[in-house]
Protein backbone atom coordinates (compact mmCIF):
# COMPACT_ATOMS: atom_id res chain seq x y z
CA UNK A 1 0.00 0.00 0.00
CA UNK A 2 0.43 3.71 -0.71
CA UNK A 3 -0.43 6.39 1.30
CA UNK A 4 -0.16 10.38 -0.25
CA UNK A 5 -1.04 13.01 1.68
CA UNK A 6 -1.51 16.34 -0.58
CA UNK A 7 -3.79 18.46 -2.61
CA UNK A 8 -6.70 17.72 -4.62
CA UNK A 9 -7.55 20.49 -7.20
CA UNK A 10 -9.58 21.36 -10.45
CA UNK A 11 -7.65 23.05 -13.12
CA UNK A 12 -9.72 25.12 -15.08
CA UNK A 13 -7.82 24.90 -18.43
CA UNK A 14 -8.37 28.14 -20.44
CA UNK A 15 -7.51 28.37 -24.20
CA UNK A 16 -6.27 31.44 -25.54
CA UNK A 17 -4.69 32.86 -28.52
CA UNK A 18 -2.68 34.86 -26.39
CA UNK A 19 -2.40 35.46 -21.83
CA UNK A 20 -4.28 38.95 -21.00
CA UNK A 21 -2.39 41.63 -19.79
CA UNK A 22 -3.66 43.42 -16.46
CA UNK A 23 -7.10 45.25 -17.12
CA UNK A 24 -7.69 43.95 -20.58
CA UNK A 25 -10.37 40.96 -21.58
CA UNK A 26 -9.89 39.02 -24.29
CA UNK A 27 -12.09 35.90 -25.90
CA UNK A 28 -11.19 32.68 -25.00
CA UNK A 29 -11.22 29.52 -27.55
CA UNK A 30 -12.48 26.88 -24.90
CA UNK A 31 -12.34 26.05 -21.35
CA UNK A 32 -11.95 22.62 -20.23
CA UNK A 33 -11.92 21.22 -16.14
CA UNK A 34 -9.65 18.44 -15.51
CA UNK A 35 -9.22 16.62 -12.01
CA UNK A 36 -5.78 17.52 -11.40
CA UNK A 37 -3.61 19.00 -7.67
CA UNK A 38 0.06 17.19 -7.26
CA UNK A 39 -1.64 14.58 -4.33
CA UNK A 40 -4.39 13.60 -6.28
CA UNK A 41 -2.33 13.40 -9.70
CA UNK A 42 0.41 11.06 -7.57
CA UNK A 43 -2.02 9.02 -6.18
CA UNK A 44 -3.65 8.16 -9.76
CA UNK A 45 -0.94 7.86 -11.12
CA UNK A 46 0.25 4.72 -8.66
CA UNK A 47 -3.19 3.52 -8.67
CA UNK A 48 -3.20 3.35 -12.11
CA UNK A 49 0.62 1.76 -12.40
CA UNK A 50 -0.51 -0.84 -9.86
CA UNK A 51 -0.73 -0.41 -6.03
CA UNK A 52 -3.48 0.23 -3.84
CA UNK A 53 -3.44 3.95 -2.74
CA UNK A 54 -4.78 5.90 -0.16
CA UNK A 55 -5.36 9.87 -0.08
CA UNK A 56 -5.15 12.11 2.95
CA UNK A 57 -6.11 15.89 2.02
CA UNK A 58 -9.49 18.44 1.67
CA UNK A 59 -11.97 19.53 -0.64
CA UNK A 60 -13.87 22.30 -0.06
CA UNK A 61 -17.83 22.20 0.26
CA UNK A 62 -18.80 23.59 -3.81
CA UNK A 63 -19.71 21.76 -7.08
CA UNK A 64 -16.65 20.65 -7.44
CA UNK A 65 -16.13 18.74 -4.26
CA UNK A 66 -18.42 15.13 -5.73
CA UNK A 67 -16.52 15.48 -9.15
CA UNK A 68 -13.23 15.23 -7.56
CA UNK A 69 -13.97 12.73 -5.22
CA UNK A 70 -16.03 11.22 -7.61
CA UNK A 71 -13.06 10.77 -9.99
CA UNK A 72 -10.73 9.47 -7.04
CA UNK A 73 -12.99 6.57 -6.60
CA UNK A 74 -13.42 5.88 -10.03
CA UNK A 75 -9.49 5.46 -9.96
CA UNK A 76 -9.63 3.01 -7.29
CA UNK A 77 -7.86 5.74 -5.09
CA UNK A 78 -9.09 5.30 -1.47
CA UNK A 79 -10.69 8.94 -0.20
CA UNK A 80 -11.50 7.58 3.21
CA UNK A 81 -9.51 10.29 5.10
CA UNK A 82 -10.43 12.85 2.05
CA UNK A 83 -12.32 15.88 4.32
CA UNK A 84 -14.75 17.78 3.49
CA UNK A 85 -13.93 21.61 4.53
CA UNK A 86 -17.00 23.31 4.88
CA UNK A 87 -15.54 26.88 5.21
CA UNK A 88 -13.59 27.05 1.93
CA UNK A 89 -13.83 25.99 -1.97
CA UNK A 90 -12.09 23.13 -2.83
CA UNK A 91 -8.52 23.85 -4.44
CA UNK A 92 -8.73 25.86 -8.25
CA UNK A 93 -5.92 26.51 -10.43
CA UNK A 94 -6.67 28.70 -13.60
CA UNK A 95 -4.68 27.64 -15.86
CA UNK A 96 -4.61 29.86 -19.18
CA UNK A 97 -2.43 28.05 -21.98
CA UNK A 98 -1.21 29.91 -25.28
CA UNK A 99 -0.83 28.97 -28.52
CA UNK A 100 2.51 28.65 -28.26
CA UNK A 101 2.17 26.60 -25.69
CA UNK A 102 3.29 29.13 -23.08
CA UNK A 103 0.64 28.99 -19.63
CA UNK A 104 0.18 31.57 -16.68
CA UNK A 105 -1.09 29.53 -13.80
CA UNK A 106 -3.01 30.97 -10.81
CA UNK A 107 -3.54 28.62 -7.63
CA UNK A 108 -6.15 29.01 -5.36
CA UNK A 109 -5.33 26.61 -2.42
CA UNK A 110 -9.04 26.33 -1.12
CA UNK A 111 -8.95 23.48 1.29
CA UNK A 112 -5.64 22.12 0.26
CA UNK A 113 -4.29 25.29 2.38
CA UNK A 114 -6.27 24.30 5.41
CA UNK A 115 -5.14 20.29 5.47
CA UNK A 116 -3.38 19.93 8.84
CA UNK A 117 -0.81 17.82 11.37
CA UNK A 118 -4.10 16.89 13.47
CA UNK A 119 -5.86 15.18 9.81
CA UNK A 120 -2.43 13.57 8.99
CA UNK A 121 -2.93 12.30 13.03
CA UNK A 122 -6.39 10.98 12.17
CA UNK A 123 -4.69 8.49 9.30
CA UNK A 124 -2.22 7.78 11.10
CA UNK A 125 -3.09 4.33 11.04
CA UNK A 126 -3.35 3.81 6.89
CA UNK A 127 0.31 5.47 7.39
CA UNK A 128 1.64 2.84 9.19
CA UNK A 129 0.55 -0.17 7.22
CA UNK A 130 2.27 1.70 4.31
CA UNK A 131 4.92 0.61 2.50
CA UNK A 132 5.94 3.97 1.56
CA UNK A 133 4.44 7.81 2.15
CA UNK A 134 4.53 10.45 -1.05
CA UNK A 135 4.47 14.30 -0.23
CA UNK A 136 4.58 16.81 -1.76
CA UNK A 137 4.16 20.84 -1.13
CA UNK A 138 1.10 22.05 -2.00
CA UNK A 139 -0.37 21.87 1.64
CA UNK A 140 0.83 23.59 4.66
CA UNK A 141 4.37 22.66 6.12
CA UNK A 142 3.17 21.14 9.58
CA UNK A 143 1.00 18.58 7.73
CA UNK A 144 3.97 17.35 5.71
CA UNK A 145 6.79 17.42 8.87
CA UNK A 146 3.63 15.79 10.85
CA UNK A 147 3.86 13.09 7.89
CA UNK A 148 7.12 12.88 8.14
CA UNK A 149 7.42 12.09 11.62
CA UNK A 150 4.54 9.54 11.73
CA UNK A 151 6.08 7.40 9.22
CA UNK A 152 10.19 7.74 10.62
CA UNK A 153 8.40 6.81 13.97
CA UNK A 154 7.00 3.69 12.25
CA UNK A 155 10.04 3.03 9.96
CA UNK A 156 7.92 3.62 6.86
CA UNK A 157 9.79 4.79 3.78
CA UNK A 158 9.31 8.65 2.91
CA UNK A 159 9.59 10.24 -0.93
CA UNK A 160 9.23 14.24 -1.16
CA UNK A 161 8.56 15.73 -4.44
CA UNK A 162 9.24 19.16 -2.93
CA UNK A 163 6.76 21.59 -5.50
CA UNK A 164 6.08 24.20 -5.82
CA UNK A 165 9.87 25.05 -5.55
CA UNK A 166 10.38 26.40 -2.14
CA UNK A 167 12.96 29.70 -1.85
CA UNK A 168 15.11 29.14 0.92
CA UNK A 169 16.47 32.64 0.39
CA UNK A 170 13.02 34.10 1.06
CA UNK A 171 12.09 31.29 3.73
CA UNK A 172 9.04 31.05 2.83
CA UNK A 173 7.11 27.72 3.05
CA UNK A 174 4.64 26.53 0.38
CA UNK A 175 2.02 28.75 -1.49
CA UNK A 176 -0.71 26.89 0.66
CA UNK A 177 0.79 28.76 3.94
CA UNK A 178 1.66 32.16 1.95
CA UNK A 179 -2.01 32.41 0.28
CA UNK A 180 -4.44 31.02 2.37
CA UNK A 181 -3.13 31.15 6.16
CA UNK A 182 -1.65 34.14 6.88
CA UNK A 183 -1.51 34.51 10.22
CA UNK A 184 -0.87 30.83 11.42
CA UNK A 185 1.29 30.20 8.24
CA UNK A 186 4.85 28.22 9.27
CA UNK A 187 7.03 31.13 7.17
CA UNK A 188 10.31 29.02 7.00
CA UNK A 189 12.16 26.70 4.99
CA UNK A 190 13.27 23.43 7.23
CA UNK A 191 15.43 21.28 6.12
CA UNK A 192 14.21 18.64 8.19
CA UNK A 193 12.00 18.31 4.62
CA UNK A 194 14.90 16.86 2.80
CA UNK A 195 15.30 14.03 5.56
CA UNK A 196 13.59 11.77 3.09
CA UNK A 197 14.19 8.37 1.57
CA UNK A 198 14.13 10.04 -1.86
CA UNK A 199 13.75 13.44 -2.81
CA UNK A 200 12.82 14.39 -6.05
CA UNK A 201 12.89 17.72 -7.66
CA UNK A 202 12.78 18.99 -11.24
CA UNK A 203 15.26 20.77 -11.92
CA UNK A 204 14.15 24.48 -11.33
CA UNK A 205 12.95 23.23 -7.72
CA UNK A 206 16.63 21.55 -7.72
CA UNK A 207 18.08 25.01 -8.41
CA UNK A 208 15.96 26.58 -5.71
CA UNK A 209 16.70 24.16 -3.05
CA UNK A 210 20.68 24.79 -3.64
CA UNK A 211 20.85 28.17 -4.65
CA UNK A 212 22.59 27.90 -8.41
CA UNK A 213 21.74 27.18 -11.21
CA UNK A 214 20.88 23.40 -12.54
CA UNK A 215 21.07 23.76 -15.94
CA UNK A 216 23.29 21.07 -17.82
CA UNK A 217 24.26 17.39 -16.06
CA UNK A 218 27.66 18.62 -14.02
CA UNK A 219 25.27 21.08 -12.17
CA UNK A 220 22.26 18.48 -11.48
CA UNK A 221 25.24 16.42 -10.23
CA UNK A 222 26.28 18.70 -8.15
CA UNK A 223 22.76 19.87 -6.79
CA UNK A 224 21.92 15.85 -6.22
CA UNK A 225 24.95 15.91 -4.23
CA UNK A 226 24.41 18.67 -2.05
CA UNK A 227 20.57 17.75 -1.71
CA UNK A 228 22.03 14.11 -0.22
CA UNK A 229 24.60 16.14 1.69
CA UNK A 230 21.64 18.04 3.22
CA UNK A 231 20.08 14.84 4.54
CA UNK A 232 18.33 13.03 1.52
CA UNK A 233 19.43 9.60 1.25
CA UNK A 234 18.80 9.00 -2.40
CA UNK A 235 17.39 11.92 -4.99
CA UNK A 236 16.57 12.09 -8.29
CA UNK A 237 16.00 15.00 -10.32
CA UNK A 238 13.86 15.08 -13.17
CA UNK A 239 14.98 17.24 -16.19
CA UNK A 240 12.38 16.44 -18.83
CA UNK A 241 13.22 15.07 -21.73
CA UNK A 242 17.32 14.77 -20.91
CA UNK A 243 15.84 11.86 -18.24
CA UNK A 244 17.03 11.81 -14.68
CA UNK A 245 19.91 12.65 -12.35
CA UNK A 246 20.22 9.75 -10.13
CA UNK A 247 22.14 10.06 -6.90
CA UNK A 248 21.98 6.93 -4.78
CA UNK A 249 24.26 4.97 -2.90
CA UNK A 250 27.09 7.46 -2.93
CA UNK A 251 27.36 7.41 -7.06
CA UNK A 252 25.90 9.63 -9.15
CA UNK A 253 24.21 7.83 -12.97
CA UNK A 254 21.98 9.55 -15.24
CA UNK A 255 18.71 7.71 -16.83
CA UNK A 256 18.21 9.22 -20.24
CA UNK A 257 14.40 9.94 -20.85
CA UNK A 258 12.64 7.79 -23.61
CA UNK A 259 12.68 9.27 -26.82
CA UNK A 260 8.63 10.01 -27.39
CA UNK A 261 6.76 12.35 -29.31
CA UNK A 262 6.04 14.99 -26.27
CA UNK A 263 2.85 17.14 -26.82
CA UNK A 264 2.48 18.41 -23.55
CA UNK A 265 4.53 17.72 -20.25
CA UNK A 266 1.85 18.79 -17.82
CA UNK A 267 1.95 16.30 -14.68
CA UNK A 268 4.80 14.63 -16.39
CA UNK A 269 6.91 14.66 -12.84
CA UNK A 270 3.68 13.09 -11.11
CA UNK A 271 2.88 10.52 -13.46
CA UNK A 272 6.98 9.61 -12.64
CA UNK A 273 6.51 9.73 -8.61
CA UNK A 274 3.50 7.56 -8.59
CA UNK A 275 5.01 4.94 -10.98
CA UNK A 276 9.05 5.24 -8.77
CA UNK A 277 6.65 5.03 -5.89
CA UNK A 278 4.81 2.17 -7.67
CA UNK A 279 7.81 0.02 -8.60
CA UNK A 280 10.04 0.84 -5.59
CA UNK A 281 7.64 -0.21 -3.21
CA UNK A 282 6.95 -3.31 -4.95
CA UNK A 283 11.18 -4.07 -4.31
CA UNK A 284 10.95 -3.49 -0.44
CA UNK A 285 11.95 -0.01 -0.81
CA UNK A 286 15.81 -1.33 -1.47
CA UNK A 287 18.01 1.08 -1.99
CA UNK A 288 19.91 -1.32 -4.38
CA UNK A 289 16.61 -0.88 -6.52
CA UNK A 290 16.17 3.08 -7.53
CA UNK A 291 18.10 2.85 -10.37
CA UNK A 292 15.49 0.11 -12.14
CA UNK A 293 12.23 1.69 -10.22
CA UNK A 294 13.47 5.34 -11.87
CA UNK A 295 13.59 3.73 -15.68
CA UNK A 296 10.27 2.36 -14.89
CA UNK A 297 9.10 5.91 -13.63
CA UNK A 298 10.62 7.33 -16.77
CA UNK A 299 8.29 5.55 -18.58
CA UNK A 300 5.58 6.85 -17.37
CA UNK A 301 6.85 10.29 -17.27
CA UNK A 302 7.36 9.69 -21.01
CA UNK A 303 4.48 8.61 -21.55
CA UNK A 304 2.35 11.77 -19.60
CA UNK A 305 4.50 13.81 -21.48
CA UNK A 306 2.52 12.67 -24.93
CA UNK A 307 -1.04 13.34 -23.59
CA UNK A 308 -2.89 16.90 -22.86
CA UNK A 309 -4.01 17.15 -19.00
CA UNK A 310 -2.74 16.22 -15.63
CA UNK A 311 -4.49 13.03 -14.65
CA UNK A 312 -6.28 12.43 -18.23
CA UNK A 313 -1.88 11.29 -18.80
CA UNK A 314 -1.43 8.82 -16.82
CA UNK A 315 -0.25 5.38 -18.30
CA UNK A 316 -1.91 2.56 -16.75
CA UNK A 317 0.78 -0.30 -15.85
CA UNK A 318 0.27 -2.54 -19.56
CA UNK A 319 1.61 0.60 -21.13
CA UNK A 320 4.20 1.99 -18.74
CA UNK A 321 6.15 -1.84 -19.23
CA UNK A 322 5.77 -1.66 -23.06
CA UNK A 323 7.41 1.22 -23.24
CA UNK A 324 9.79 0.44 -20.47
CA UNK A 325 11.15 -2.79 -22.21
CA UNK A 326 11.77 -1.57 -25.49
P1 LIG B 1 8.04 18.11 -13.97
O1 LIG B 1 6.74 17.81 -14.66
O2 LIG B 1 7.95 17.98 -12.49
O3 LIG B 1 8.71 19.37 -14.43
P2 LIG B 1 9.82 16.63 -15.75
O4 LIG B 1 9.33 17.48 -16.87
O5 LIG B 1 11.27 16.65 -15.44
O6 LIG B 1 9.01 16.90 -14.39
O7 LIG B 1 9.37 15.13 -16.11
C1 LIG B 1 9.57 14.03 -15.27
C2 LIG B 1 10.16 12.88 -16.04
O8 LIG B 1 9.24 12.48 -17.08
C3 LIG B 1 11.45 13.21 -16.78
O9 LIG B 1 12.57 13.05 -15.96
C4 LIG B 1 11.42 12.18 -17.90
O10 LIG B 1 11.83 10.91 -17.46
C5 LIG B 1 9.94 12.13 -18.26
N1 LIG B 1 9.67 13.12 -19.32
C6 LIG B 1 9.18 14.38 -19.17
N2 LIG B 1 9.11 15.03 -20.36
C7 LIG B 1 9.54 14.16 -21.29
C8 LIG B 1 9.72 14.21 -22.72
N3 LIG B 1 9.42 15.31 -23.41
N4 LIG B 1 10.19 13.10 -23.34
C9 LIG B 1 10.50 11.99 -22.64
N5 LIG B 1 10.38 11.87 -21.31
C10 LIG B 1 9.91 12.94 -20.63
Not at 188 to 210: M, R
Amino acid sequence: RITVVGSINMDLVVQCQRIPQAGETILARSASEICGGKGANQAVAAALAGASVSLVGRVGRDAFRDRLLNNLRVQNVDITHVRTDDHVSSGLAVISVEESGQNAITVVPGANGRVTASDVRDAESVIRSSDLLMLQLEIPIDAVMEAIRIARQCGVRVMLDPAPAPNRNSRKSSIADQSSNPEKRTDFWDDDLLTVDFLCPNESEAADLVGHGVDDLVQAEAAARTLHARGAANVAITMGDRGVMVFSEGRATMIPAFQVSAVDTTAAGDAFAGAFAVAWAEAGCQTANIVDAVQFASAAGALAACTHGAQPSMATRDRIEELWRT
